[in-house]
């Protein structure tokens, strides 16, 4: 399984267990392993690290979201799925360090696939204002 694959199966998870307000996230985890058939142990091992570590920073993750939307936004109001693809790319450039290039771009990718027509602009813009402060 490619990155790129196991990144989506991940966003799949991480968007359905944000929609549940599912708290029990290893048993979800194992369901959503044997349901999509997945076997790839590197696929596994970044799937759950993904969900465990978006999990385990969702407060910290959150109010970086909050910081670099407009100042009359909330976060309330960003759509689940804008919001868990900015979870997923915070989470994936900030906790695991991966270069934030490809991170944008793949995570840009799933906006364009799942999100409306705005999506891809606004998460594009939010994780490049994330990524200009943590250089700075």
Known sequence: MKRTEAREQAFRLLYSLQL???????????????ENEIQDKDGIDYIKDVIVGTNKYNEEI???ISE????????NRISK???TLLK???YEIIYSKLPYK???NEVVELA?????DNSKSF??????SIVKKNEA
């Open 20 to 34: 549940m307000d599912e708290k029990n996230i290893e048993e979800q985890l194992e369901i959503f392993i044997q």
């Open 68 to 75: 670099n939307i407009k100042s009359d936004w909330d976060i």
């Open 81 to 83: 799925i804008d919001l």
């Open 62 to 64: 959150e109010k970086s």
């Open 123 to 128: 998460v594009n813009g939010v994780l490049a």
């Open 102 to 104: 490809v991170v944008i």
């Open 112 to 116: 364009k696939k799942y999100g409306d």
């Open 88 to 90: 997923l790319g915070i």
